[in-house]
């Protein structure tokens, strides 16, 4: 839907190239919105706007490695693709050390950059080879950590003192270890991976990302560049293409019979959410960038994105914001079989 009103006023012009710039949604800035209404949106609405953000970026990922890729080294994409099976067979034999999935993973990462395939494709396919399945059940779990507790009770605080304070005993620090071994077999390799890469990500990596490549200049004439072709269909791509495509197919998929709204979540909630959809920004100016060598259409298509962010953003705040009554009303207990 927003890469169709883009071309209905790029269609053949010398913007036609940035037809996929409005098809992504930036999932840390989507979810910001959301986290500034708290607990006033119901959390099965919360996953349905990570789901489709996630499945957008992966969609403009798939697009850039089609129509974005000029030429391929078929040794580099070898290489990148036999390490890749690697990766795959260490998942198969069970292998669960982060550490090596990490390093190997940035040998792939760079040999598709080396083979003109984008380097974003690697991250997909390298995250889908790390496992996710844990090694203990959480019953399991449970029982193993209580009576490891109960170990550390019983010293009390029996050991060495260092003022007011107690130092820990030998068995206390031994207790401690095997209840850090029993976290950490309980958390899969890739929600390890994820949660110590998280904080490089969200403070160094997304504001050098967002500080490099936002940067707008501005002259005199903010309103013509506005109104330019590129701009325009940016906007209506975001603004109106991306709400109306979720918000029709969602609808589809609930009348037909694939889907039904969980509990507590109303076609409002959805058209917020849909709203929330069109904040483009990270992934659509990396988009730019690959479709556009021109510093005139980069600027264009730059505040079209800037613009079309903001707007939907704030669309999609004030529309959740306005369905508090309905996301506070408790949902009605299903009736008994």
């Given amino acids: ?13 010398e913007g036609a190239d940035g037809w996929a710039i409005p098809m992504s949604t930036d999932i ?4 910001g919105v ?14 349905f706007l990570t789901a489709f953000a996630i499945v957008d970026d992966i969609g403009a990922v798939v ?75 959480p019953e399991q779990f449970v029982v193993r950590a209580r009576a490891l507790l109960d170990e550390f009770a019983r010293d009390g605080d029996s050991g060495p003192r260092r003022g007011d304070l107690a130092l ?34 969200a403070f160094a990596i997304m504001p050098l990302f967002a500080l490099s490549n936002a940067g707008v200049l ?22 109106i293409g991306k709400p109306l495509g979720i918000g029709i197919f969602t609808w589809l998929a609930v009348k037909s019979g694939l889907a039904y709204l969980p509990e507590g979540v109303t076609w409002r909630h959805i058209l917020g959410a849909a709203w929330l959809g069109g904040i483009g920004f990270t992934m659509s100016i990396f988009v730019t960038g690959l479709a556009f060598t021109d510093a005139t259409l980069i600027t264009e298509a730059k505040l079209g994105i800037l613009v079309a962010s903001i707007v939907a953003g704030v669309a999609g705040y004030l529309m959740l914001r306005s369905s508090t009554k309905e996301s506070d009303v408790s949902p009605a207990e299903p009736e008994a079989a």
Avoid: C
């Avoid at 169709?4 to 269609?11: I, M």
């Avoid at 840390?28 to 979810?31: G, R």
């Fill in 1 to 13: 839907m927003p890469a169709g009103f883009y071309l209905a006023l790029n269609a053949g012009g």
């Fill in 218 to 239: 501005l002259g005199s004439d903010i309103i013509g560049l506005l109104t330019t072709p590129v701009s325009l269909g940016i906007m209506l791509g975001l603004v």
């Fill in 34 to 47: 959301v986290a500034l209404l708290g607990s006033r949106v119901p959390m099965p609405l919360k996953v």
């Fill in 63 to 137: 697009v850039i490695a089609i129509f974005f890729t000029e030429s391929i080294s078929w040794v580099n994409l070898a290489v990148g693709g036999g390490l890749l099976g690697a990766l795959v067979l260490m998942n198969i034999i069970g292998l669960r050390n982060p550490v090596v999935y990490g390093v190997v993973g940035v040998v792939v990462w760079v040999s598709f950059f080396k083979s003109g395939i984008h380097p974003t494709v690697a991250g997909i396919l390298i995250a889908m080879t790390i496992p996710l399945k844990v090694r203990i059940n």
């Fill in 28 to 31: 840390a800035f989507s979810l």
């Fill in 168 to 201: 820990t005993t030998v068995r206390q620090s031994s207790a401690l270890e095997e209840l850090e071994i029993a976290a950490r077999e309980v958390e899969s390799p890739l929600q390890r991976l994820e949660h110590s890469l998280h904080p490089i990500v």
